[in-house]
């Protein structure tokens, strides 16, 4: 293989596992981070100084930079730089000292100002990197939160000299996109609103008279990924892109998917530390000791039944009523259900208590309303399926996790979904490559046509239900591929 040149890349996040985690995207930048550097190339990562940071997890914290100035409206706020290490991770925080307190809140997203927070946060990257005279090969993005970083780079700070950097805008759900007003221009310094409310730069594409920060990054980025290739065909031609459909086409060449990795090191049943008895592939009883292992912590039946399993955000877009009227089909087709799930609001959480009352007497169901990363784990471990019902899914990891441990995934065919689980019996795909169930349409029977096959091949043919087991296991979702397609479309977006 050809020795590639190692590259400077700075990611710019809103999110870091483990120490500023609201989803997803906190482990993309984890995995991606690392399998960047060994690969070796030299990579940062740029957070704001959240009060909320685990600060238990960052070692070495010190400061860097005293006096970062950040232009905001006619003046500029100081801010103060740190450095230290996140498991390895060479990251910079920056911390704003103004009466805004943009970052000194009891959580990380959820406020009236996020748009500005997040638009000040972009600014003081961008003036950081300039300040300090770094030159990174590549500054990658995340979401709304980070997209305005293109256009400061090519608006601002290219016109000074800053003409080394490209950049990539991740795009890990279409659903939020930073859409604002004139005052996000005010404050940032972009002059000229005419120019940025141009349908060809910010201006959004149902609101004539709003800016939509996550389409200026589409714009002014170099390249821009989504978390799954099918996702990206979905948010371009089949109506998922939450209105930045057209936009998408006109930016087609410099748009794609890349299917996220999980990281092995934390889900890994040989190694997991977090279940009782550890197994792989060549020892796959060991999954009937977690088995019982979660029955006897949920209090659930002993029996030859198989358990189905969900593991979510109780959130409309994972396909609640599906949820939901699985609980009641798996008790009727002689299974087990266990569902660990909670929601941010209130009405939805108080839908799935009340469920839990009326399956209190039931011996076969146990629904967890709460978060709960340690249960997760001895679930994925112990539950014979797992269901991911999902409206959509940009590119989902219960499915991936699930696969690791040798549950079978029973899935929507969307997004991510799709493009990770192979029907083990409507698929051109060789046997070996096949690891779950899939359906189509988002109603009762479209769920009950793959669950019912499910649970029909662990009844009646285990020794197939054991193979599918095994593909599952083999299945290699590591950050490897990934950050191979990620350093091909670095080096794509160096030459061009
Ligand atoms: P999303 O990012 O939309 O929430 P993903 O499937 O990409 O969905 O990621 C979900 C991750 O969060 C998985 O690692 C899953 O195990 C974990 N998770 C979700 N809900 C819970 C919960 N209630 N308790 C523990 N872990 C959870």
Known sequence: MPSRPSLFIVHIT????????????????????????????????????????????????????????????DGAIHCTVFFGFVHGRKCFFIEPHSHDNFFNRGSIYGFRDDVMRYAFFSRAAMEFLWKAGKHPDVIHVHDWQTALVPVFLYEFYQPLGMTHPRVCLTIHNFAHQGVTGVEVLQATGLQRPERFFDGARLGDNKYPKALNLLKGGIVYSNFVTTVSPRYAFETKDQGQGFGLEPTLHLHHAKYGGVVNGIDYDVWNPEIDHQIPVRYGVDSIEGKYDNKRALRHRLMLADNEKPIVAFIGRLDPQKGLELVRHAIFYTLERGAQFVLLGSSPDDGINADFWNLKHMLNDSPDCHLEIGFDEDLSHLIYAGADMMLVPSRFEPCGLTQLIALRYGTIPVVREVGGLADTIIDK???????????????????NAGLESALER???????????????????????????QPGQDYLNIYDYIREG
């Not at 995207?25 to 940062?44: P, T």
């Not at 649970?455 to 490897?480: G, Q, T, V």
Request: glycine share 4%.
């Open 14 to 73: 809103p999110e870091l596992a483990t120490v500023a985690k609201v989803g997803g995207l906190a482990d993309v930048v984890f995995g991606l981070s690392r399998e960047l550097a060994i690969r070796g190339n030299h990579v940062e990562i740029i957070l704001p100084k959240y009060a909320t940071l685990r600060l238990d997890h960052i070692f070495e914290l010190h400061v860097v930079y005293q006096d970062l100035w950040v232009p905001w409206y």
């Open 425 to 443: 019996d409507y698929s051109h795909r060789p046997l070996h490559e096949r690891n779950g169930y899939v359906f189509r349409d988002f109603d």
């Open 454 to 480: 499910a649970i029909a091949c662990y009844r009646n043919h285990p020794d197939h239900f054991r193979e599918l087991m095994k593909n599952a296991m083999r299945s290699d979702f590591s950050w490897n």
